[in-house]
């Protein structure tokens, strides 16, 4: 099982603001990602990375963008923080465990934007 | 059509009920199959994963893949109100990405 932390849990922010929300993981896993989920609705993958250097767009468009210098650390960057970013962000990371990827997740960092 | 469907809900059970959650996939070529559980304002927790046709049991939690039907299903057996979350249905293709359903609300009445 993987160790995921993700910081702050918890960000109210004014419009214009610049945020980075962090997410680290202990288990040296290649693949990462970052979903949106807003309350009661369904996951949304915004960004992936399979490895260093590596990020992809997810299937949702999303305005932020995703670093991937380190194995252990997948921050993601939003430039100019807007209302309509208010939401859930959720970071996974898989593992290669029994023949296929297991992913899990973090606590999440729910998002505020006034 | 989306590539993961699951009933919304919510499904309501009485308390020791078996409660059962179904899933249904249209790529043929997924081949891994996950259940996540996910209370209200919490991430989502891996419960269960599947990969062959058949039964997985893992405590009160069986796991039951059909691939020539594409469906999936979760039944949680001597259900209890702390089971009462979303239960996301998670495929996987491989070499591609997961795709979560959009959950079904279960609700364990006393």
């Known amino acids: 099982e993987a160790d995921i932390y993700q910081t702050p849990r918890y960000l109210v922010i004014g419009t214009g603001k610049k945020i980075t929300l962090e997410c680290s993981q202990t288990m040296g896993h290649d693949k990462m990602y970052w979903y949106q989920q807003d309350p009661g609705m369904e996951l949304h993958l915004i960004h992936y990375s399979y490895g260093v250097n590596s990020t992809e767009k997810g299937d949702l468009s999303s305005e932020s963008t995703v670093s991937r210098i380190r194995t252990e650390h997948f921050p993601l960057t939003l430039e100019s923080a807007r209302p309509s970013h208010t939401s859930q962000y959720l970071c996974?990371?898989?593992?290669?465990?029994?023949?296929?990827?297991?992913?899990?997740f973090g606590p999440g960092t729910r998002l505020t934007v006034t | 059509q989306k590539e993961v469907e699951q009933n919304s809900g919510p499904l309501s059970v009485p308390e020791g009920a078996i409660a059962s959650l179904n899933c249904t996939y249209s790529d043929r070529g997924s081949q891994s199959f996950f259940w996540y559980r996910q209370y209200s304002g919490k991430s989502p927790e891996l419960i269960m994963f599947?990969?062959?046709?058949g039964d997985k049991e893992d405590g009160r939690f069986t796991a039951q893949l059909n691939k020539a039907s594409q469906y999936v299903s979760l039944l949680i057996r001597d259900s209890q109100p702390s089971d009462s979350a979303t239960y996301l249905c998670a495929v996987r293709v491989y070499g591609q990405n997961f795709v979560f359903g959009p959950g079904t609300r279960l609700s364990v009445l006393p």
């Open positions: 599947i990969y062959s046709n």
């Open positions: 996974a990371s898989s593992d290669l465990a029994g023949g296929d990827y297991e992913q899990y």
